[in-house]
């Protein structure tokens, strides 16, 4: 017997008839002998229709009262999934967060989870029931409702499988696993039947929007096995095929990971990104803090930094930031800082994007850089900018050349071909 916790997504409970698959699914995995706590999102739309509807009456709504109103989507799908459980003839109750204590912190809107009582829920699956949990939602130490963040439901399943210790978080989607690229840009994509957290978060980070991040972070730091699998198949599926379907996301000795040993698993970008270059700065102590502290301080993220080796005192710095704040990061540094600090000019380009290859498995492989760099030679690519991590190697390049980059890349890695 396992401990199952299964989060199924908007477009999972997206009607009536979808919620009844749900429940006939669910049903199965108990009936195998399983303990199962259900975790679901809110009809798909729905969480949209309500914050629209609040800004209809307060154009930029209060955040305590937003989360008040957004939260409430998820009341309607426990309650409904608990009811189609129970016509099949199985014990299910429903709570909403604050019910079973998914204490936050009291950032509204995008709230952190930080501790869950799980001793009610344990109660009643030693009590033979199925416990369905509304995600996205929480409760602050005042007792003020709080949303987790668009997306957020994803966090709840893994949160809550991280305080019950269970076996395995299955997050049912409306797409099949996470794939070595996006399908539609490459037609030849594979779905990745195991991914480690590190390689799942510089992924999703790139723009591959399966989970929420932050699901995938917490799985990381308490170990939650996390699987990723689709939701449309036959409900009735035989256990021991949909048992390992999708994309199991864990660590690297898992005992499931050992099996595929790519290199390289996958090739992520993001379009949408924009290059920053203020030349000729002098090359002394805090400049890079008195060009970048103004952008902070105009919460401003800032994605790459590369700064060029000094000649006669003066260097180049350049940084990306997301497109939609390239005016804006403009503006800071043309009115804060150019005169400032001395620089000769800014110059800027709001038509990149980065593309990268990731993988574990570079850890212990040269000539991963190499391959890369030659690929997009050979493509007349020109790379603008170079970043690395251990298991990232990052370029940004012209946005007209994005998805020939992506397609390039994942044909010279080999990556429609399963590891050997
Ligand atoms: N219903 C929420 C949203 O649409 C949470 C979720 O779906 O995970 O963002
Ligand atoms: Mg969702």
């Known amino acids: 017997m396992a401990l199952i916790v299964q989060k199924y997504g908007g477009t999972s409970v997206g009607s009536v008839e979808r919620i009844k698959n749900v429940a006939r699914r669910v049903a199965k995995w108990q009936r195998a002998g399983h303990q199962l706590v259900v975790v679901v999102s809110a009809m798909s739309g729905e969480t949209n229709r309500l914050i629209a509807l609040a800004k209809e009456v307060q154009p930029n709504p209060d955040p305590r009262e937003l989360d008040v109103v957004a939260s409430t989507g998820e009341q309607v799908t426990i309650g409904l999934t608990a009811m189609a459980l129970k016509e099949l003839g199985l014990k299910a109750k429903s709570y909403t967060g604050p019910q079973v204590h998914v204490l936050t912190d009291s950032a509204f809107t995008k709230a952190r989870i930080l501790e869950i009582d799980e001793r009610k829920i344990r109660a009643d699956l030693n009590d033979g029931y199925i416990v369905v949990v509304a995600g996205f939602q929480g409760v602050d130490e005042f007792g003020n409702i709080t949303t987790l963040g668009r997306g957020g439901s994803d966090t709840s399943a893994v949160a809550l499988a991280a305080a019950l210790k269970a076996d395995e978080c299955m997050i049912f989607t409306d797409v099949d696993g996470v794939y070595t690229t996006d399908p539609r840009i490459v037609p ?181 850089a190499s391959l890369m760099f030659r690929t997009l030679a050979e493509e007349g690519i020109n790379i603008q900018m170079i970043a690395t991590s251990e298991i990232k190697i990052s370029v940004v390049v012209d946005d007209k050349y994005m998805e020939l980059a992506v397609r390039a890349l994942h044909r010279a890695f080999g990556l429609e071909h399963a590891p050997a």
């Open 188 to 368: 030849e994509a594979r779905r990745l039947h195991t991914v480690t957290f590190e390689e799942m978060l510089e992924m999703a980070s790139l723009g591959s929007k399966v989970l929420q991040i932050r699901s995938v972070e917490f799985a990381g730091k308490y170990n939650v096995r996390l699987r990723v699998l689709s939701s449309l198949t036959d409900p009735d599926l035989p256990i021991e095929q949909e048992a390992n379907s999708g994309t199991l996301i864990t660590y690297e000795g898992d005992k499931a990971m050992a099996m595929e040993k790519a290199v390289v698993s996958g090739i992520a970008f993001s379009r949408d990104e924009a290059k920053i270059t203020l030349t000729r700065v002098p090359d002394r102590p805090g400049i890079a803090y008195q060009i970048l502290g103004p952008i902070a301080e105009a919460n401003i993220d800032v994605d790459m930094i590369v700064q060029n080796v000094s000649v006669d005192g003066y260097t180049d710095f350049s940084f990306t930031v997301h497109r939609n704040e390239y005016a804006k990061a403009m503006d800071v540094l043309n009115s804060k800082v150019k005169a400032h600090i001395g620089a000769r000019e800014i110059v800027g380009d709001p038509r990149i994007c980065k593309v990268s290859v990731v993988g574990i498995g570079m850890r212990s492989h040269v000539g991963i």
